[in-house]
């Protein structure tokens, strides 16, 4: 099965056929067709990717127009890797629809795929998340009407969309801090490097004038345009650097800032900031003012080229010179964003069963490695097709088998509100008060409120062999709507003071954890989610996340559990000290 994290693909799901007969159709759904022409293309005959962001933000503003039925804003955009250029001649079809609404603005999916209609064959280039936000009128902040999903795939996208929104809401914070913290140690030593090329030699500064076209109905600036004006830039400082033509990679995350009108001047201003061994960062400032006013920041962005060779393989780059001052921050800073573009690429763009499991876990990966364990879950809990097969004392166990991978659900009820099943299950330490499965907890890294890691101890799988360890992350959320449920994902990691040892086998968790949904004040569903590859089958009984054979007497304790603490409400886990004392938990 592929687990939660992997991008909307080309093939369309199976049609839903409604009531009527007719097959279902998403209402938010805008499609554009657009064929390449030599005006949308560079020297080299491919498709500016400046032209492309703009077609991908129209069609995306007019999903989000569509569901809002109101005029909306971009607010921002996500990171966007483009896995392919496009041709002249090659036809671009893009396909929005909006994720989520939240109060005032909504996530809209974007798929950006090519077409040559010569051979009749279709590729993936992009998909891409913005969030548009309905602009304000008279009466204040608009209250916009809920998404309702209807397929599995949209009620994929609408569960993780929260997840998405949280990341990209602390996402300029979490950034922030970890370039505080990056070292100075490599320009000194880049200075030394005399064939190193100076970073002053590709700084471009452009203004452009807002017009009518490049606005709205609302004569606000399309950020699509201003996407594209910074993308012109960045190709300009980038070429200068290589003296060939630089082909866009990825973007990191735009944030519009404040908005831009007609009349507008624009002061576009790039510059490489660093390169890397076959890649460089270009980063992009876009500020805006009238008259006599004072710059307005509107938007700064950090894109990656590579120089492609004849055989389409990225060219080696010469090292970059920083200016002094800002140039060496930005140089350094380059490095640290790189280093969160790589855990990025590797944890989010991953199915979820490609992501290995040894990803070490370090305040770089943090958030998407929280982001990959809670979207895993929900993914799997948003699967269609789980079977019922078996069912005792209103503890109900269902069964998902898809491509090889078995995945088991137990979903059962609690007369115990869903705040406090959410803090007496959070807290895996207290986890052995219910299940026989989990021998010794303690807490090794509580990285903040919503992740905490674990060291599990378990019995052995087999009669007199090693018992197991487990370094588990927690990652907690609690509902972003009325309607949501509590969500407790766990996934196992690594963290470098605790690698496997000869005194245990070290077990390993794909995907687990529960999701807890309030049915009424004092009523809460519990599923428990587990996901197993065949080879881990045979050891279910003794895993982990404690589904076994015995699965109801266990249900039945946990039950049991809430039901005695439910007024006791567990405290949030704090940081233990460094060495385990696993003689009082064992
Ligand atoms: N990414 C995604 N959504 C964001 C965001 C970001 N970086 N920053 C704010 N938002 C969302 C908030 O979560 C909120 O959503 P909600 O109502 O569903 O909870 C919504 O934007 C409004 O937030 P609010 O706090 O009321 O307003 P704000 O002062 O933060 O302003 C914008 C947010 C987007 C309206 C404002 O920054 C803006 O006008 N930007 C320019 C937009 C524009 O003109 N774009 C076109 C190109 S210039
Ligand atoms: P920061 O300086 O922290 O990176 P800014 O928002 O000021 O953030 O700028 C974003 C990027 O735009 C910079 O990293 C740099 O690459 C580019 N930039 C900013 N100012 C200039 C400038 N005066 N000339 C050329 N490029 C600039």
Redesign the pocket.
């Known amino acids: 099965m592929e687990g939660g994290v992997s991008p909307p693909e080309l093939q369309e799901e199976p049609e839903l056929i409604l009531e009527n007969g007719e097959p279902y159709r998403n209402p938010t759904e805008v499609k554009m067709s657009q064929i390449v022409l030599p005006c949308h293309a560079n020297h080299c005959g491919e498709l500016s990717a400046g032209q492309l962001l703009k077609w991908m933000d129209s069609t995306a503003c007019l999903s989000a127009e569509r569901h809002a039925g109101c005029s909306c804003?971009?607010?921002?955009v996500d990171d966007i890797h483009f896995e392919h250029t496009i041709g002249v001649g090659q036809v671009v079809n893009i396909k929005a629809k909006v994720n989520r609404?939240?109060?005032?603005?909504?996530e809209v999916g974007i798929v950006v795929s090519c077409e040559d209609l010569y051979s009749n064959r279709q590729w993936k280039v992009c998909h891409a998340f913005a969030?548009f936000?309905a602009r304000r009128t008279e009466a204040g902040?608009v209250q916009?009407k809920q998404i309702i999903p209807r397929t599995q795939e949209e009620q994929m996208e609408y569960s993780i969309a929260a997840e998405r929104?949280r990341m990209?809401?602390i996402?300029?914070e979490i950034i922030n801090d970890l370039l505080s913290s990056s070292s100075a140690n490599t320009v000194s030593e880049c200075m030394q490097f005399e064939d190193s090329f100076p970073a002053e030699r590709t700084r471009v500064e452009s203004v452009e004038l807002v017009l009518p076209p490049h606005t709205n109905h609302q004569v606000?600036?399309?950020?699509g345009q201003?996407m594209a004006w910074m993308e012109n830039v960045a190709t300009i400082s980038a070429s200068r650097l290589c003296n060939a033509h630089p082909t866009l990679r990825s973007i990191d995350m735009f944030?519009?800032?404040?908005?831009?009108h007609i009349g507008d001047r624009l002061v576009l201003k790039a510059i490489v900031n660093n390169t890397f061994k076959k890649s460089m960062e270009v980063g992009v400032c876009a500020e805006a003012y009238q008259g006599g006013e004072p710059l307005r920041h509107?938007?700064s962005a950090f894109m990656t080229f590579e120089v492609l060779d004849q055989d389409k393989k990225p060219r080696t780059l010469p090292r970059l010179r920083p200016e002094p001052v800002d140039g060496k921050r930005r140089f350094q800073e380059a490095i640290a964003r790189k280093k969160v573009r790589l855990d990025r690429k590797y944890i989010i763009s991953c199915k979820q069963s490609e992501v290995p499991l040894s990803v070490p876990w370090d305040p770089s990966n943090q958030m998407y490695l929280s982001y990959n364990n809670v979207s895993a879950l929900k993914m799997l809990a948003a699967r269609n097709h789980w079977v019922l097969t078996s069912e005792k004392n209103k503890v109900s166990l269902y069964t998902l088998e898809e491509n090889h991978v078995l995945c088991f659900k137990v979903e059962t009820h609690v007369s115990v509100a869903a705040e406090q099943v959410f803090q007496l299950l959070s807290d895996l330490r207290r986890r052995h008060e219910w299940d026989p499965h989990y021998k010794g907890c303690e807490v090794i890294n509580h990285a903040d409120e919503d992740d905490t890691i674990y060291r599990v101890v378990t019995p052995s799988i087999s009669k007199g062999g090693k018992v197991q360890d487990f370094i588990l992350l927690a990652s907690r959320r609690r509902p972003c709507d009325s309607g949501d449920p509590y969500w407790i994902a766990l996934r196992s990691v690594t963290l470098p003071g605790y690698l496997p040892t000869d005194d245990y086998n070290r077990g390993e968790v794909l995907c687990a954890g529960f999701s807890i949904k309030e049915e009424d004040f004092s009523l809460t569903k519990l599923c428990y989610y587990n996901q197993a590859t065949p080879g881990v089958l045979p050891y279910i009984s003794t895993d982990i996340a404690g589904l076994s054979s015995s699965f109801y007497s266990a249900f039945a304790s946990c039950s049991a559990f809430l039901e005695e603490n439910k007024d006791s409400l567990a405290p949030v886990p704090s940081a233990a000290p460094r060495e385990p004392h696993w003689e009082t938990d064992l």
């Not at 804003?73 to 921002?76: G, K, Q, R």
């Not at 609404?101 to 909504?106: E, G, K, P, V």
């Not at 606000?220 to 950020?223: E, I, L, R, V």
């Not at 944030?255 to 831009?260: K, L, Q, T, Y």
């Open positions: 804003i971009t607010a921002s609404a939240f109060t005032s603005s909504m969030t936000v902040k916009l929104r990209r809401l996402h300029a606000s600036t399309f950020g201003i944030h519009f800032r404040g908005p831009s509107i938007n």
